[in-house]
């Protein structure tokens, strides 16, 4: 089953599949997203500028050229458990950050798996109302990361320094962008 929580880019869609992965206990977190430009604003704009600095400094945020890569290790957190390759940030009960500190992908994406146990091709509402919302919000951030990469090209042509006041404009424009987003935003379906 399906369920979503619209709250715009911070968007979550959750499947009681999740709790028992067909990929193991990490499931998808074994292969964590990046946390583009975008990801890094929303965090930020969500009062995260010292937990991405006190992750940086700890190597498990690391700068890229499109944003920041979260570490992957090599642990199990059971005996039980097979020894598996994830997120630094997945621990025995999953994710362990806030979903406000995560990219927006760990919230949002779900895999097909989910959908089909969700009841998608039967019509389930929640299901159907979940691939709209996972289409829109990828389009969004999508554009969103291109108008960043443009801004910080144009700024800082050498590459940004990952310091306080490159964190604090990524916050900033990235309210601008939100704000500016229309109907992106605001259209994004709502269960009944
Ligand atoms: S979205 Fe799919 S792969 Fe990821 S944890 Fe849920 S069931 Fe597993
Ligand atoms: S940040 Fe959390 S949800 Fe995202 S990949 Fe890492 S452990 Fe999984």
Not at 116 to 138: D, F, M, T, W, Y
Not at 149 to 155: F, N, W
Not at 179 to 189: D, F, M, Q, R
Request: aromatic share 8%.
């Amino acid at each position: 089953m399906i369920r979503l929580e619209v709250l715009g880019a911070h968007t979550q869609l959750l499947s009681t599949l999740c709790a028992k992965c067909p990929q193991g206990p990490a499931g998808c977190c074994k292969a964590p997203p990046e946390m583009d430009w975008s990801d890094v604003g929303r965090v930020i704009a969500g009062g995260g500028r010292d937990f991405v600095l006190a992750r940086i400094a700890k190597k498990e945020l690391i700068p890229t050229k499109r944003g920041l890569e979260l570490r992957r290790v090599k642990r199990r957190e059971a005996p039980t458990h097979p020894m598996e390759r994830k997120c630094v940030f997945h621990g025995p009960g999953g994710c362990t950050i806030d979903a406000a500190m995560r990219p927006a992908t760990c919230n949002y994406f779900l895999c097909e798996d989910t959908f089909i146990e969700g009841g998608e091709r039967k019509g389930e509402r929640s299901a159907v109302l979940a691939r709209q919302a996972h289409g829109a919000l990828r389009a969004v951030f999508e554009r969103w990361d291109a108008e960043f990469s443009e801004r910080i090209a144009a700024r800082w042509p050498e590459g940004p320094a990952w310091d306080a006041a490159f964190l604090d404009w990524l916050g900033e424009v990235f309210v601008e962008l939100e704000e500016a987003s229309g109907t992106a935003l605001s259209a994004l379906p709502v269960p009944a």
